[in-house]
């Protein structure tokens, strides 16, 4: 199955066989290995990704439907020198990195919330972080990371 579809900003073409997921794609066919494979059922979210704007869970997104799609993953966030964008940096700041399994989703959640809502309260974002799981940190770093993203963001500090 032939697909054609924008990649960090670049357009791209893979051929997969069908039911292949986005996940399979991602770091299978492309190297991207930034969107980790958790749980693998759509429960974890680490794996999550951008698609068309929204949140995706690219364990359970199948190929089929990624034609002609805008797909942002992790490797997609960074700042244009290739260093860590200022949510990731908010991130490493606020101690929100323990073992980093979970941090590529979260950080993708963070960005579409951001995306949506540039001054989100508390209890938003951690309902935009919700059904992404974190076994280490616990959440109050990451809320912190996201928070300080969205301020720094509204003063015209960050990189949108």
């Known amino acids: 199955m032939k697909i054609s579809f924008t990649l960090n900003s670049n357009a791209t073409k893979v051929d997969v066989p069908?039911?292949?997921t986005l996940l399979k794609i991602l770091r299978n066919e492309m190297g991207l290995t930034g969107t980790k494979a958790g749980?693998?059922?759509?429960?974890?979210?680490?794996?999550t990704v951008i698609i068309n704007g929204e949140k995706?869970?690219?364990?359970?997104?199948?190929?089929d439907k990624l034609e002609g799609c805008d797909?942002?993953?992790?490797?997609?966030?960074?700042?244009?020198?290739?260093k860590p964008n200022d949510l990731q940096e908010s991130f490493l700041e606020h101690g929100a990195t323990q073992c980093g399994y979970c941090l590529p989703g979260m950080i993708m959640a963070g960005e579409v919330l951001l995306a949506k809502n540039a001054t989100p309260s508390r209890p938003e974002i951690?309902?935009?972080?919700?059904?992404?799981?974190?076994?280490?940190?616990?959440?109050?770093?990451?809320?912190?990371?996201?928070?300080a993203t969205a301020e720094k963001r509204a003063k015209g500090k960050g990189a949108a």
Request: a negative charge.
């Open 18 to 20: 069908p039911k292949t």
């Open 56 to 63: 995706k869970k690219s364990c359970i997104f199948p190929a």
């Open 126 to 147: 951690k309902e935009a972080i919700a059904d992404n799981l974190c076994r280490c940190i616990g959440y109050i770093q990451i809320v912190d990371a996201i928070e």
């Open 39 to 47: 749980c693998e059922i759509g429960s974890c979210g680490a794996c």
């Open 71 to 82: 797909v942002t993953t992790i490797e997609g966030v960074s700042a244009p020198d290739n």
